[in-house]
């Protein structure tokens, strides 16, 4: 009975002289996730609003599937349109919208009109009140609540009027492609789609790193995590991921390391690689997974010694996590199912029985001189044979 959805905005109606900026960009990203699916639809901004009409052989569930993808909304509500002329016809069309849309008409309700054409006759307060004993009358199972009612009926009348009752959750956040890029550095994991996602969510455009280890990682592995940037660039666009070969870098690093060294060596090299991959895609910050003290390499002592040999910010948005509390975001984006599943990660592989939980940097950095005759070259082959895919 709808064909417009009016999409409602959190944050940005805070901006000032710069909303419309972040008003395009919702704008633009609504029109690219919904230019992927079925159907005619028409993106227009109007005084503090966005609408999506919807024409042609569109789905409602698959354009609320793609809508609920688009960072910066709140709230999306599908909104049935009348011709504004008079009360009688605007309490016609209430009693319309109201069989229609509650056929059961069991419920507590409140009508909340707003007024923003103000050549419409009545004030907003009397309308709700006009409208709301229209609904009584004509519905005896409808009762008035105004504090908890069930059903919410906004009315906006405008130049036309608009009614709507429903709000479904969007993710929330900022429009994507307003906050700069970010490198993600991206696991078969758990915890960094949730990381990428976060940061996503705040606006920024998404490259990735992910390190593997042919042949003791496999192609399966690498599948899956191309799997998992698919399901984060539903909600933050196409990521650039580029795959990197760091099998004989970890290998230098286990002949010539202490071994209980070996994967805060290996972080730091991996933050080295990621910072080149970084500063060649423009990006202006690295993200990872991490969360103080979830393993010996994420204690506070461990992240000084990763994050000394960055020069760009490295964003955490994890970092005050409980795993319990990453799992459950992973599920609600819809990463967790892939995340889960056994293949080898590159980091698991040479991990030692007990590696250090408070290292010290200065000992750290003695360690890495004994790489000094290989590691620039390894480095530098690592960087030449890396695979550069861009996931959709
Ligand atoms: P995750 O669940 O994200 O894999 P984790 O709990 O396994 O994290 P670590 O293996 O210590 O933690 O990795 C910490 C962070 O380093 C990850 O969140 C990720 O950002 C990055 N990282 C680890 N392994 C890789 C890899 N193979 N490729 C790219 N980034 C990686
Ligand atoms: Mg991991």
Not at 95 to 122: I, Q, S, W
Request: some cysteine.
């Amino acid at each position: 009975m709808y064909d417009t959805f009016l999409i409602k905005y959190g944050e940005i109606g805070l901006k000032g002289k710069n909303r419309h900026v972040f008003e395009d960009a919702l704008a633009k990203r609504i029109g690219e996730v919904l230019s992927g699916i079925e159907g005619e639809f028409r993106v227009r901004k109007e005084r503090g609003r966005i609408y999506v009409h919807c024409a042609g052989e569109w789905n409602e569930d698959e354009a609320i599937d793609a809508l609920t993808h688009v960072f910066g909304i709140v709230g999306i509500c599908p909104v049935v349109i009348y011709d504004t002329e008079d009360y009688a016809k605007l309490e016609q069309d209430m009693l319309d919208y109201v069989g229609r849309e509650h056929p059961d008409c069991r419920a507590t309700f409140k009508v909340k009109a707003r007024r923003v054409n103000k050549e419409f006759p009545m004030k907003s307060m009397e309308i709700d009140a006009a409208l709301g004993e229209a609904i009584l009358e004509h519905f005896p199972g409808m009762k008035v609540d105004v504090h908890h009612p069930e059903i919410l009926f906004d009315v906006e009348i405008r130049e036309n009027v608009y009614i709507y009752s429903r709000v479904i959750p969007g993710p929330g956040g900022m429009p994507t492609g307003t906050s700069g890029r970010a490198m993600l550095l991206l696991s078969g994991g758990i915890d960094s789609p949730v990381a990428g996602w976060m940061v996503a969510k705040r606006g920024v455009v998404l490259d990735a790193v992910y390190f593997h280890a042919p042949p003791y990682t496999s192609e399966r592995a690498k599948q899956k995590v191309v799997d998992l940037a698919k399901i984060v660039a539903r909600y933050a666009g196409p990521i650039r991921l580029h795959v990197v070969n760091f099998t004989d870098i970890q290998l230098y690093i286990y002949d010539q390391c202490p071994h209980e060294e070996l994967t805060i060596i290996m972080r730091r090299y991996m933050m080295r690689l990621a910072e080149h991959f970084a500063k060649q895609d423009g990006d202006i910050g690295l993200v990872t997974g991490e969360s103080i003290g979830q393993v010996a390499s994420q204690t506070m002592q461990s992240l000084v010694t990763t994050n000394a040999v960055c020069t760009l910010p490295v964003y955490r948005p994890l970092i005050g996590f409980d795993k319990c509390d990453i799992v459950e975001i992973s599920e609600k984006i819809g990463t967790y199912e892939t995340s889960i599943l056994p293949y080898e990660d590159c980091c698991t592989i040479f991990v030692a029985k007990h590696p250090v939980t408070k290292p010290l940097l200065s000992v750290i950095e003695r360690s890495e001189k004994k790489l000094s005759e290989k590691i620039d070259a390894l480095f530098a082959e690592a960087v030449d044979t890396a695979e550069t895919l861009i996931i959709e």
